[in-house]
């Protein structure tokens, strides 16, 4: 399983994902579900939930969520991929990175400022998608 930030909202990211699998001619299917997670206001944790955007794509056995959070006052998007076989998530996710208009760890400077410089998501954001593409 990887989950990896990125810099675009989610229904765009979807979006993305969705012409980048029928491109690729591969056979899914597409649920909305939700996925609980927590933001933290003063020294309380309020539980929160998301829309989740999953894809079940047949022809490599694969999951990917696409989701936001909103910890701050933006929103940081998340794609999550879980499977059997690492090499082809690696592979999807690398064309998915590709045709994006930028890379999924550019952040602008607007979206760093609102949600700082140093929060989950932005920070780390590159390092992450270089791990797991290379």
Not at 2 to 27: H, I, M, N, W
Request: hydrophobic letters at 35%; a positive charge; charged letters at 30%.
């Amino acid at each position: 399983m990887v989950k990896l930030p990125v810099c675009f909202e989610s229904k765009s990211t979807a979006t993305a994902l969705r012409s980048l699998l029928d491109e690729l001619e591969y056979s899914y299917e597409r649920k909305n579900v939700h996925r609980s997670y927590s933001s933290v206001a003063i020294v309380i944790a309020l539980e929160r939930t998301a829309m989740v955007y999953r894809y079940i794509i047949k022809n490599i056995s694969a999951t990917i969520d696409v989701w936001e959070e909103r910890p701050n006052s933006g929103n940081i998007t998340y794609i999550e991929a879980r499977g059997e076989d690492n090499s082809k998530i690696k592979e999807l996710l690398q064309k998915f990175s590709e045709k994006l208009p930028r890379k999924p760890w550019e952040y602008t400077i607007t979206q760093k400022f609102r949600n700082g410089w140093f929060s989950q998501g932005i920070m780390g954001a590159k390092k992450s998608w270089q791990k797991v593409i290379g």
